[in-house]
C-alpha cells in the first residue's frame, strides 16, 4: 500500500482525504490565503518591487557598465536610497550600495559613481 502522507501547509497535522489537498481543514485554508496578503506580506512586497525598480533605475543610467552621475539624477529617476541588497565597504572607507548586480559609491559634490558587479555571487 503506498504511503501517501501528506502535511498541512499551515500547522503541519497530516492531510487525510484527496490526494490534491494542501491544507487539514477550511480553517487552515483561510490562514493561509488571509497571509498571504497580510501586512508583512505587503511589505515585502514592496521592498522588493523598491529593490528591483531601483536596480532598473541604475541599470538605465549606467548602460556602459561604468557612469557618473549626479544626485538629481538619481532622485528623478525615482531612485530609492533607503533599499539595497547589500552594502560593499572597501578598505579606503568607501562605501558601495547595490542592487543585486547595479551598484553606486558617493563622490564629492553631490555625484555618484555607478558600478556593476562582474560575476555576482552575493
Ligand atoms: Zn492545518
Redesign the pocket.
Known amino acids: 500500500m503506498e504511503t501517501d502522507k501528506r ?7 497530516t ?1 487525510h482525504g484527496r490526494r490534491d489537498k494542501q ?3 477550511d ?3 483561510a ?1 493561509y490565503y488571509n497571509n498571504l496578503n497580510s501586512d508583512i506580506t505587503t511589505f515585502m512586497r514592496r521592498i522588493n518591487y523598491t529593490i528591483r525598480k531601483n536596480r532598473s533605475i541604475l541599470c538605465r543610467l549606467n548602460p556602459n557598465g561604468k557612469a557618473r552621475v549626479h544626485r538629481m539624477r538619481l532622485v528623478d529617476s525615482g531612485l530609492n536610497f533607503d533599499y539595497y541588497t547589500n552594502v560593499y565597504k572597501t578598505r579606503n572607507g568607501k562605501t558601495y550600495y547595490f542592487c543585486y548586480d547595479q551598484g553606486y559609491l558617493e563622490l564629492e559634490d553631490d555625484f555618484f559613481a555607478l558600478v556593476v558587479k562582474e560575476n555576482y555571487v552575493g
Open positions: 502535511n498541512c501547509k499551515v500547522c503541519d497535522e492531510i491544507f487539514c481543514s480553517h487552515c485554508r490562514t
